[in-house]
């Protein structure tokens, strides 16, 4: 079945400084949505992107789906404590009601 | 407020108990999941069920079972587990069932189950 692997695994980060996590398909999205779990929280949806070459924006995140719609990565520039947690990519996976998950990268943040 | 509600938050049980966690939607969704959140797998999906349907059971063992009376309400019954499956069982829901493409997932906060 249609897995999402996420790298990197772990993510240290100085404050301030920017950094990038990416989520790779091994077979073409039809979409890919983006979570975050603060630690002790629960997921949370961030945003979805549909077509091939996506770029949108919130605040210091831009989320970008590739040409090829098999994978997309998630930057973060001017990191802030505030980014601290997990961040999940999900595609669809054996059907369009249900999301295959990725492993997540979990950030911290050194102040 | 999530719109999806989780009781109990923290649940210790033995191993011989019975209980059961609970999840209520008030979002109108179509569709409802039990998730496991360890260490190990840190989002493993269990069930899903679609319009009160179960449509996926993810090769879940018979201890834990499911039941969906309604499409706002989703129970997860518990018996005889065991310690490793201690972990936090998160509950969702989303907007449609099968066929809709782009289907958001809206997480409950969570039940933190310890198996002693």
């Known amino acids: 079945g249609q897995q999402v692997m996420q790298i990197p695994q772990y993510q240290h980060v100085q404050e301030g400084e920017d950094f990038t996590t990416y989520c790779n398909s091994s077979t073409t999205l039809s979409n890919i949505q983006w979570y975050k779990q603060r630690p002790g929280g629960h997921p949370v949806f961030l945003i979805q992107?549909?077509?091939?070459?996506e770029v949108k924006k919130q605040k210091r995140l831009t989320f970008q789906f590739g040409e090829a719609k098999k994978n997309s990565s998630l930057h973060i520039t001017a990191t802030q404590t505030t980014d601290v947690g997990t961040y999940f990519c999900a595609g669809p996976g054996g059907g369009d009601y249900k999301l295959s998950f990725g492993a997540g990268t979990t950030v911290t943040v050194r102040a | 407020e999530t719109g999806v509600t989780q009781t109990p938050r923290h649940l210790v049980m033995g191993m011989t108990n019975k209980k059961s966690l609970k999840c209520e939607q008030h979002?109108?969704?179509?569709?409802m999941y039990w998730y496991k959140q360890s260490a190990k797998k840190p989002l493993e999906l269990m069930f899903v069920y679609n319009f009160k349907e179960q449509t996926e059971n993810n090769s879940v063992p018979s201890r834990f079972s499911p039941e969906c009376p309604n499409s706002s309400h989703l129970f997860l019954h518990l018996h005889t587990l065991q310690p490793e499956d201690s972990a936090l069982y998160l509950c969702?829901?989303?907007?449609?069932?099968?066929?809709?493409?782009?289907?958001?997932?809206?997480f409950g906060e969570g039940s933190w189950l310890t198996v002693v």
């Open positions: 979002l109108g969704h179509n569709a």
């Open positions: 969702a829901s989303s907007p449609r069932g099968q066929g809709y493409s782009g289907n958001t997932i809206y």
């Open positions: 992107l549909v077509k091939s070459g």
